[in-house]
């Protein structure tokens, strides 16, 4: 049970700083939020995402070009030009490290207005802390594990971010329905995102790049509007006026 509990947590933490500050914040900037909270979510994003973090500048970057040329040849994830996932995950990551280590020249429009805090990013990116945290995870399971079938889980905390990835842009660009022409193939897989936090209302999302709540028919639950909704009413976070509709 506590192993369960543990990959419960890990994935909806994870999960969440990927789709709230990676995605919403980092890339699309659909709130404000000050100095302190920048830094504070950016160190919760680096121990979230462990063995597996993503560099919110280098995030932001392949977020836009996905947004830019969305389906295809020049998406750098679109799961219509890789014959299976995992495929697609090695292309988008060989892009990945190319822009993260400034080996490939980026158009200037998908640069900036992202958070940088250079020294996380460098040490989420080395091989010790990616190493540690996974010595970190198998340590617990050593501890905690109850059966054998329960350390099949462990490649998935070392890899959460990247695989929340490919299930966001395999199933929300192949798999569901359509609300919204946008000239590619962005689908809708769920109607309640219990899965990855709103995400995989793809289709409204490549239509309303801005809009906070990912749902848009009133029948459509995006779990993470309603934590966005009360980081606000806080004052943890500020909505943009025109990004608040839910």
Avoid: C
């Avoid at 905690?144 to 070392?158: C, N, V």
């Avoid at 798999?175 to 962005?186: E, H, I, T």
């Amino acid at each position: 049970m506590i192993i369960l509990i543990f990959f419960v947590v890990h994935w909806y933490l994870s999960l969440f700083v990927q789709t709230f500050y990676l995605h919403r914040y980092g890339a699309h900037k659909m709130f404000t939020m000050n100095r302190f909270w920048e830094k504070a979510f950016f160190l919760l994003t680096y121990m979230a995402q462990g063995s597996s973090f993503l560099s919110p500048r280098a995030y932001a970057v392949l977020h836009r070009m996905h947004h830019a040329f969305s389906d295809t040849e020049r998406d750098p994830h679109s799961p219509h030009f890789s014959s299976n996932a995992f495929t697609m995950m090695w292309k988008t990551k060989e892009i990945y490290n190319n822009v993260l280590h400034n080996r490939t020249e980026t158009e200037r429009r998908f640069e900036g207005n992202y958070p940088l805090w250079p020294a996380i990013e460098k040490l989420g990116d080395t091989y010790y802390s990616r190493i540690g945290w996974g010595v970190v995870y198998a340590l617990f399971y050593i501890q905690f594990a109850t059966s054998w079938w329960m350390y099949l889980l462990l490649p998935i905390h070392f890899l959460m971010g990247p695989i929340h990835g490919a299930i966001v842009n395999w199933s929300g660009h192949k798999y569901g329905y359509q609300n919204f022409d946008n000239n590619d193939k962005s689908r809708n897989s769920l109607f309640f995102d219990f899965l990855t936090g709103g995400e995989l209302f793809q289709n409204n999302h490549h239509k309303l790049p801005n809009r906070v709540n990912f749902g848009v028919k009133w029948w459509e639950v995006d779990p993470t509007w309603p934590v966005i909704w009360t980081l606000n009413k806080l004052n943890i976070i500020k909505l943009k006026e025109a990004k608040v509709k839910a």
